[in-house]
């Protein structure tokens, strides 16, 4: 049975679960096949109320009604509802998805039956818009149909990559945490334009368009993006006066180096 078809249940109702059942409505997953559960009324309201999906307080009613568990609470929630769905009577028999930052594979699996199909997965915030990168990874009890089903699930809110999980705290350093860099280079570029006459949000939305421009440029580029610079770079023109700059400022060692410390970080965070 493909996925589309199957009953889905999320546990907790919050950002990024919404983005989730909001991706799949789009993609004709059918309302009455999804459930979410939440201790808390108004997320489970606005999702019933926007998208038709059934929703409860009862995180047992959710897990029997699911062939498909996702797992979308804060972290420090996950072990209760995991012990929770461990004692209920449909332990075992569901595929658990988790989108939980933090917890590996082997965190999971210590609090489950030893026969459990998880798949541990990083969707980034651009998935809130239908347009996130997700990374996944699957323990030894997952099927190449889990695989499939995970891939077409969060197709739903963007692009998929399957990845061994010891890659995942460098995935997370540069793309799970890659749309705030993005920002940051907003920011700085929005405050350098300080002597232009326009608005803020005028300001902000070229710099937007010129990235979101620029992104797409290279994605359907057969040139890497050194070639791409460099066909922007005249030789003693304006673009390389700040190219210059930004070499005089080591800036490419800068974000290796910023890369590397956040990574270290989600080590430090996965072992706490």
């Known amino acids: 049975m493909k996925v589309v078809d199957k009953k889905v249940g999320f546990i907790g109702a919050g950002n990024m679960a919404s ?60 072990k209760s509802v995991l012990e929770e769905y461990n004692k209920s009577t449909s332990s075992g028999r569901a595929l658990l998805i988790s989108v939980v930052a933090g917890y590996k594979i082997s965190d999971i699996e ?97 710099i937007a368009a010129m990235i979101t421009g620029s992104s797409e440029l290279a994605m359907i580029s057969n040139n890497s993006p050194e070639k791409l610079r460099e066909n922007v770079t005249s030789s003693g023109g304006v673009t390389q006066s700040a190219i210059k700059e930004f070499e005089k400022n080591h800036m490419k060692q800068t974000i290796i180096n910023a890369i590397k410390e956040a990574v270290n970080k989600s080590k430090e965070l996965g072992d706490n």
């Open 19 to 78: 983005a989730l059942i909001s991706g799949m409505i789009s993609a004709d997953f059918k309302p009455e096949n999804i459930i979410a559960s939440s201790p808390g009324r108004s997320h489970l309201d606005f999702l019933s109320n926007k998208f038709g999906v059934k929703t409860t307080n009862d995180n047992e009613l959710a897990f029997k009604e699911s062939e498909v568990i996702i797992f979308a609470v804060k972290p420090n929630m996950l």
């Open 110 to 206: 210590a609090i489950l039956p030893p026969q459990q199909r998880i798949i541990r997965t990083m969707p980034n915030t651009p998935a809130s818009i239908g347009k996130g990168v997700t990374a996944i990874c699957l323990n030894e009890n997952t099927t190449s149909d889990d695989q499939k089903n995970a891939e077409k699930l969060f197709s739903c809110v963007g692009e998929v990559v399957l990845i061994e999980e010891k890659e995942m705290d460098i995935y997370t350093a540069l793309i799970g945490s890659g749309p705030a860099y993005v920002f940051y280079l907003i920011e700085s570029l929005i405050e350098s334009s300080s002597e232009m006459k326009m608005d803020e949000k005028t300001k902000k939305n070229i």
